[in-house]
């Protein structure tokens, strides 16, 4: 799983794994959160497009993890199950920071109905691509930005708190993202090949 806040190079380094795994003959799946399927993609469209009226944050915890449902059980554990190789953009990790920091619903919650929703399971390895919130906010909301992109320096500020106060969480490798594409890129490999992922 590939996580870090919004603008942080994810999608570059998806692209880039996708080509390593192609290279070696594997069969690989691409795919994103929120969304991947089609329900998932409208409760995306939800969560995302819905500026007008004021949503709970319980409201966004819940939707966010009804997609992922969906997405578990209807792509990537059968992916899984085929042999593929499933490189996903963001998963439990966000909700955790967005959701339980940003929000304010603590992690605990949000964990909680994450594995119900999710029925545990877990990515072999999480690569965190770590950069200053600052940095990746201004080049998102220069393009437009979403309903969440939009909500303030200070959630923002909360989200990358709480990725902090997670990236010691088991199974996370957290990698500077402050470097170019290519030396994350490499980086991640090298833990992937040292690692037998
Ligand atoms: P998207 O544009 O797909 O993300 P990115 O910025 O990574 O390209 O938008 C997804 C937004 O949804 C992003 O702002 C993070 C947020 N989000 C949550 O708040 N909770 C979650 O569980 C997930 C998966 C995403």
Same mark, same amino acid.
């Given at each position: 799983m590939l996580e870090g806040s919004d603008g942080s190079g994810k999608s570059t380094l998806a692209e880039k794994l996708k080509t390593y795994y192609d290279h070696l003959g594997r069969k690989v799946l691409l795919t994103r959160e929120p969304g991947g399927t089609q329900l998932g993609e409208e409760i995306r469209t939800m969560i995302l497009?819905? &500026?007008e009226i004021e949503m709970d944050p319980r409201t966004e915890a819940l939707l966010y993890a009804a997609s992922r449902a969906e997405h578990v059980f209807k792509k990537i554990k059968p992916a899984v199950e085929e042999g593929y190789v499933v490189i996903c953009e963001r998963y439990i990790l966000s909700s955790l920071a967005y959701q339980g920091y940003g929000r304010d619903l603590g992690p605990d919650q949000v964990l909680k109905i994450n594995e119900f929703a999710t029925g545990r399971f877990q990515p072999d390895v999480t690569f965190y691509l770590k950069v200053g919130w600052e940095k990746t906010l201004h080049r998102k909301t220069s393009m437009g930005g979403d309903r969440l992109e939009l909500a303030g320096d200070t959630f923002f500020k909360k989200v990358q708190e709480g990725y902090q106060a997670l990236? #010691? &969480? #088991?199974g996370i490798q957290v990698i500077d993202a402050s470097q170019s594409p290519e030396e994350i890129y490499r980086e991640c490999i090298k833990i992937l090949e040292e690692g037998n992922v």
């Open positions: 497009k819905n &500026t990236e #010691k &969480t #088991k």
